[in-house]
């Protein structure tokens, strides 16, 4: 080859899982270890066989990648399965820009050497019109065209769909000679903006003379909202292409996307929804929760049937308002009924309401308390009569055994997530742990850094899935409901759809016998400050810092902002950042000096409460009843409880210390 090729022994262009090795005279792919499982070692191409490639910046949700393209093979589609691609970050991106520039020169010399025809990657965007990204101005002006379009797309209240648009010089109009209107489907949409409109143009009127067409791709979104059309149109936008969606306002699903992602709801149909599972919530003009005290007080009056009387209108509105946004109905009415019921050895009674809330869960699956009591009851009220079975399956288990070891391998693609996330249930799992430590000859105490795999398990038509997380096959946990949405955002994205995703992961077990596991996936090195830091201190760790930071900003900030940050001080801080130091002080049983600094907190919430004309927070309160009801002083505990309804507001009493007052008083000598 006359390729001026640099003198090296071997380069490596290190990508997400598997890298290119680059000498004198060949390019090789290498998978690592997971990859390589999977999909083999990899491909030797000799650099005379090059002929082109076809290279994918990445984004921030999605990898790029960098695909050879070799004489006498048809190309693969470019995945981490493919021989020769490699998928990369794009931290990872710079180093494979240089190889891609490289290769272009190699591919050059291949080409002109060669008789066969040239491989060629794909233009990445129009060669003559330079529009890539580019929002165009004026769509407020052209609603009546949006309408029609969606309307066409069977779309009628907006989304996002992809049409090829038309610009069209208009040298002629009065307002700007420079101008460049933008059509599609014949309708006019808006125009290119103002101060990339003159060399636009000039493009455009040169493919007019040489009777051209000036198209481009175009994404288009738009939303009928509050009675009009709001739009964007953004010619050749780069990234990955969206698939098109549209805006439903009567959906079938929980949340505000579609588990499949073709429809979501828009801003004022959440709230609409809301406002209307609201109004299913109420029993005679009132929100069931706020009947907890009523209920309680009965209770405490020995007066079972008007407690009965009121919880069955309280689950009555749970199932109106849980199936208005087609989720599981609170919990607590049908836990009081089930347990008045048996202790009026009411077993069949009991049977029945259980069997109802596991009907009108929309997985059929309720809670681990309420699938034991159930059992439980269903014995009970055998002694007196067979029970049916419920009208829907009730399943025990969350996942089935067989989901903890992965059989089925579907091709795997390399994911990046924005942020780390924890992993929860490792407990349940600490066997299939310790089984992947010592595969690795990693003790516990040192961290294990590899490669996990996350798939979605079986959620039905509606609803989501637990997102399960295996390591060299096993199961190990769940992500944890915190970050949960954000990597279901990544792994449902359409490039995976039939894939299995992989991330960086890492796993540590603490020495000792009863330690739990913490496992973290993605850039996981944001989620620690020391090798053996745990996760519920971790979290602790950044809410303070958090908060911290948040006071030193409003004091900073001078003014009515600092005078208010001022009000809430308690020994320097703010009194929300004292709740870790409470519960530090319980736990190491200094129950008089976590009272004294609670005790301050409570004077502080009530100060900022009545400043800014609402109800103070009721967690410092709560703490103060508890330890004074440990202390065995119930009157102090009446007392700190009655000043804080005092202190709500009347429209916002919270019913849980409404319900811990009634119950204290039932203690009172």
């Given at each position: 080859m006359n390729t001026d090729i640099p003198e090296f022994g071997t380069t490596s262009y290190q990508g997400y899982g598997a890298r290119f090795d680059v000498d004198a005279t060949t390019i090789t792919k290498v998978n690592r270890a997971v990859v390589g499982a999977?999909?083999?070692?990899?491909?030797?191409?000799?650099?005379?066989?090059?002929?082109?490639?076809?290279?994918?910046?990445?984004?921030?949700?999605?990898?790029?990648?960098?695909?050879?393209?070799?004489?006498?093979?048809?190309?693969?589609?470019?995945?981490?399965?493919?021989?020769?691609?490699?998928?990369?970050?794009?931290r990872m991106q710079p180093r494979f820009e240089q190889l891609r520039d490289w290769l272009k020169e190699v591919a050059e010399v291949n080409r002109a050497a060669t008789s066969g025809p040239a491989v060629r990657p794909e233009p990445p965007h129009n060669p003559v019109l330079d529009v890539r990204d580019l929002e165009i101005a004026g769509e407020s002006h052209h609603r009546d065209s949006f309408s029609q379009l969606f309307a066409r797309a069977d779309k009628p209240l907006g989304g996002v769909i992809w049409r090829d648009a038309e610009l069209v010089a208009e040298p002629w109009n009065p307002h700007d000679t420079n101008a460049v209107a933008v059509y599609i489907d014949m309708l006019s949409v808006g125009y290119v903006p103002a101060e990339v409109a003159p060399a636009i143009q000039a493009t455009v009127l040169q493919l007019m003379e040489r009777g051209q067409r000036a198209t481009v791709e175009a994404r288009i979104w738009a939303i009928y909202e509050h009675g009009t059309w709001s739009a964007r149109v953004t010619l050749e936008p780069g990234g990955d292409r969206e698939p098109e969606w549209r805006y439903v306002d009567r959906p079938t699903w929980p949340g505000r996307i579609s588990p499949d992602g073709t429809e979501r709801l828009s801003d004022a149909a959440v709230l609409r929804r809301l406002d209307e599972a609201a109004d299913a919530a109420l029993v005679d003009g009132r929100e069931f929760t706020s009947l907890r005290t009523d209920i309680a007080q009965a209770r405490a009056d020995g007066d079972t049937d008007r407690a009965l009387v009121l919880l069955h209108a309280c689950i009555d509105a749970a199932e109106r308002s849980a199936a208005i946004l087609v989720s599981r109905p609170a919990t607590w009415p049908t836990e009081q009924a089930a347990i008045i019921y048996r202790s009026r050895k009411q077993y069949d009674d009991e049977v029945m309401i259980l069997e109802r809330f596991l009907r009108d869960d929309p997985e059929h699956l309720g809670t681990k308390g309420l699938r034991d009591r159930l059992e439980r009851a269903r014995e009970l009220a055998g002694t007196v009569r067979a029970t049916p079975e419920p009208a829907a399956p009730v399943r025990h288990e969350i996942i089935d055994p067989g989901d903890s070891y992965l059989t089925a391998l579907r091709p795997a693609d390399e994911i990046v997530l924005p942020r780390a996330a924890e992993l929860s249930y490792e407990k349940d799992h600490i066997e299939a742990i310790d089984t992947i430590l010592d595969d690795a000859n990693i003790p516990r105490g040192r961290?294990?850094?590899?490669?996990?795999?996350?798939?979605?398990?079986?959620?039905?038509?509606?609803?989501?899935?637990?997102?399960?997380?295996?390591?060299?096959?096993?199961?190990?946990?769940?992500?944890?409901?915190?970050?949960?949405?954000?990597?279901?955002?990544?792994?449902?994205?359409?490039?995976?759809?039939?894939?299995?995703?992989?991330?960086?992961?890492?796993?540590?077990?603490?020495?000792?016998?009863?330690?739990?596991?913490?496992?973290?996936?993605?850039?996981?090195?944001?989620?620690?400050?020391?090798?053996?830091?745990?996760?519920?201190?971790?979290?602790?760790?950044?809410?303070?810092?958090?908060?911290?930071?948040?006071?030193?900003?409003?004091?900073?900030?001078?003014?009515?902002?600092?005078?208010?940050?001022?009000?809430?001080?308690?020994?320097?801080?703010?009194?929300?950042?004292?709740?870790?130091?409470v519960k530090q002080l319980k736990r190491a049983q200094h129950n008089g000096e976590a009272l004294r600094l609670v005790l301050e907190c409570v004077d502080a919430a009530e100060r900022d409460a009545r400043f800014h004309g609402y109800s103070p927070a009721p967690w410092y309160t709560e703490q103060a009843a508890i330890l004074y009801r440990k202390a065995g002083d119930v009157g102090a505990e009446i007392a700190i409880l009655e000043r804080y309804l005092r202190a709500c507001r009347p429209d916002q009493i919270d019913t849980d210390m409404a319900e811990r007052l009634v119950k204290a008083q039932a203690l009172a000598p």
């Open positions: 999977v999909f083999g070692a990899g491909d030797r191409v000799p650099l005379s066989q090059v002929l082109g490639y076809h290279f994918k910046p990445a984004t921030r949700l999605a990898n790029g990648y960098l695909q050879l393209a070799v004489a006498g093979v048809p190309a693969g589609k470019a995945e981490p399965g493919d021989a020769h691609t490699v998928v990369f970050t794009r961290a294990h850094h590899t490669t996990a795999i996350v798939r979605e398990l079986d959620h039905g038509p509606q609803g989501w899935g637990p997102l399960a997380v295996y390591v060299d096959r096993r199961l190990v946990g769940y992500v944890s409901a915190l970050e949960a949405e954000m990597v279901r955002e990544v792994i449902r994205h359409p490039q995976h759809h039939g894939h299995d995703c992989a991330v960086r992961c890492r796993i540590f077990v603490p020495a000792g016998t009863r330690a739990p596991a913490r496992i973290i996936l993605g850039p996981y090195e944001q989620a620690y400050d020391a090798e053996d830091e745990t996760e519920s201190s971790a979290r602790a760790r950044m809410h303070a810092a958090e908060l911290a930071d948040t006071r030193r900003t409003r004091l900073a900030a001078g003014g009515s902002t600092a005078e208010d940050q001022r009000r809430r001080l308690v020994r320097g801080r703010d009194f929300v950042e004292w709740a870790e130091e």
